[in-house]
Every structure is written in structure tokens, then in C-alpha cells.
């Protein structure tokens, strides 16, 4: 099985090489930089391994990223899995068994492991040993080398009480405001080297959803439409151009983001899930991970036990 690896002498993944290298590039968080800080100075200080982390964060979040991170700040590598590359216990014991002192072990999307895979993890990251079943009868209990587990999930409450308690940081992601998310939309535009006025970026601000990877992907956009439309410097002009072409509306809504809230406004009472998912020729899963999460921060929805309603028009941050 293969085992993604991320060196921290260079920046070698392509998509990590769009992103923040540093702390200080990593937008905000600042009470989550300013803890992971001091862990990771006393962790070299003492010679140790960091302690094990939880990210709970929503996708897009740059969860990756920050793993990086850490792992540059700590000087050790990153090592890259997801959860579905690990099927049965003998798989996470070949990865436990290639970590070298102090590297960071990422797992995204950690809280869908198997609890047979889960169980083998835990007494790993507490006491840094693998127990191996003897064919004969009997158990053995292999030493493992110190490492660090970051673990990231956008389902906390489903992972079970010990993987918790193996955790000794757990974050939860804060939401970015304007002023943030200016930064990050300045952030890429220059990383793509995109010649703008100034003046554009309060409209293009209302314009994203407060989600690292949406301004990321809408720059890309951006900078297609203006490669395509051989566009020197991007006016305010421009801008409303891309916006009319991509149809993205405030808070980076989408065509089926405005239909989502018509099918809504054509009711006087609570819709289902399963109403909306087929009026929208999409699954529950699709409209509840993908379209919703927008439709939920921008307050334009409400889900309840009966069904989602469009919240009254001075409850809504975005008119």
C-alpha cells in the first residue's frame, strides 16, 4: 500500500505549493497557531514527539495544510493517508511500522475507520506498540517508533470515546470573517500573479464563501476568465463580467444553490430532504454535504426535525 510522503525540506505536493508554508501565512486560527506553537517548542525541548491532534473542521479548511505545517515547524516528515486506503489492521500496521522517530501521520477523514483498525491505532498512539495475534495462541507487543497523529474529521461526535481521549489538542475551526477572507482572496491572486485594482476586492469579498478552499477555487476561475479574455488588470468592470459568466451570487452561491432556496420559498411549511434532493435531481448525501453547508453559513436556511424553511429575511446575513 502506498503511503503518500511530504518532505518537509521542499514543498514538492502541487497543491500544498498554493498554500500557506508558515504559520503566520495560515489566515486567523490564531488561538489554535498560538497553542500548536507552544506544543511544538516544548515537544523539541524535550526531545519528544508532538502530542496527538484532532482537527474538526469542515472540508476545505486547509486541514492538509496545516498538518504541513506543523510538520515543517517540528522538522519531521508528513506522511498522507485517507481512510479508505485503510481496509483491515494489517494495513495501518504496515504504515505504523514505516514511521521514523517523530514523524507526523496525517489521516483525513479519521472518524470513518473501522473499529477493529481504530483499535489497533489507539494503543498505538498511547503507547507506541503494536500487539500481534500469534498464530500458535498468545499475543506479542512490538515497539513502534514515537510519532504524532493528526487526525482530521468533520464528524467528531461519531468517533469513539478512546480514539477521543488518545487526543490530547482538539480543535474546532472558527469562521472567517471579511477582513479574513480579503486576505486569502489576495492571498492567491497574487500567487497566480493576477494584476488587479484594489477597489475589487470588497465586492469580490461578498462574493465567497468563507471556506480556504472556495476562494481558492473561484481565483482559479478568475484566472482563467481572465487568460481567456486576455485581461491585462482587473477592474470592478471585469469583475462583474466573471461574476455574470460563472453565475456566482453573494456568498458564493451557485445556480443550484438559488434553486435549493425557489423550491423552498414555493412552500409554507418545512420541505424534506428527500423532497428537495429529488426536485433538484441530486442525492440526499449531495444536497446535504454539498449544497446546504453554503446555504447554512449564509443563514439563508434553517434544518429542523420536520424539514429545512427559509429564515425570514432580517434573520439572514446576506440580503
Do not use: C
Request: glycine share 2%.
Amino acid at each position: 500500500m502506498e503511503v503518500k510522503k511530504i518532505t518537509t525540506e521542499t514543498n514538492d505536493s502541487p497543491l500544498l505549493s498554493q498554500r500557506p508554508n508558515s504559520f503566520d501565512e495560515f489566515v486567523w486560527q490564531d488561538a489554535i497557531k498560538s497553542v500548536l506553537s507552544t506544543a511544538i517548542d516544548s515537544a523539541q525541548k524535550r526531545n519528544w514527539s508532538l502530542w496527538h491532534i484532532l482537527f474538526s473542521w469542515p472540508s476545505g479548511f486547509w486541514k492538509t495544510t496545516m498538518a504541513w505545517i506543523i510538520a515543517k515547524q517540528i522538522g519531521s516528515q508528513l506522511k498522507v493517508i485517507t481512510w479508505y486506503a485503510l481496509s483491515k489492521p494489517s494495513e495501518l500496521v504496515s504504515v505504523l511500522n514505516s514511521l521514523e522517530k517523530g514523524d507526523i501521520l496525517f489521516i483525513d477523514e479519521i472518524h470513518r475507520l473501522k473499529p477493529t483498525i481504530e483499535e489497533v491505532l489507539y494503543i498505538a498512539m498511547e503507547d507506541f506498540v503494536i500487539d500481534m495475534i500469534l498464530p500458535e495462541g498468545g499475543n506479542l507487543r512490538l515497539p513502534i517508533n514515537q510519532f504524532t497523529l493528526v487526525g482530521a474529521t468533520t464528524k467528531p461526535e461519531t468517533l469513539s470515546q478512546p480514539m477521543k481521549n488518545r487526543f490530547v489538542y482538539h480543535f474546532h475551526f472558527m469562521e472567517y470573517d471579511d477582513t479574513e477572507k480579503k486576505y486569502i482572496l489576495e492571498y492567491y491572486l497574487n500567487h497566480y500573479n493576477l494584476s488587479y485594482e484594489e477597489s475589487l476586492l470588497e465586492k469580490a469579498v461578498k462574493k465567497v464563501a468563507p471556506v480556504p478552499r472556495e476562494i481558492h477555487n473561484f481565483v482559479i476561475k478568475l484566472r482563467d476568465y481572465v487568460v481567456s479574455k486576455k485581461i491585462e488588470k482587473l477592474s470592478e468592470k471585469h469583475l462583474e463580467s466573471f461574476l455574470k459568466h460563472a453565475q456566482i451570487d453573494d456568498g458564493g452561491m451557485m445556480p443550484i444553490h438559488k434553486k435549493y432556496l425557489e423550491i423552498l420559498s414555493e412552500y409554507d411549511r418545512p420541505v424534506w430532504v428527500k423532497t428537495l434532493a429529488v426536485q433538484l435531481w441530486v442525492s440526499e448525501k449531495t444536497l446535504e454535504e454539498d449544497i446546504e453547508p453554503l446555504l447554512l453559513r449564509l443563514w439563508k436556511v434553517e434544518k429542523t426535525v420536520k424539514g429545512r424553511f427559509l429564515r425570514q429575511p432580517h434573520n439572514t446575513l446576506f440580503s
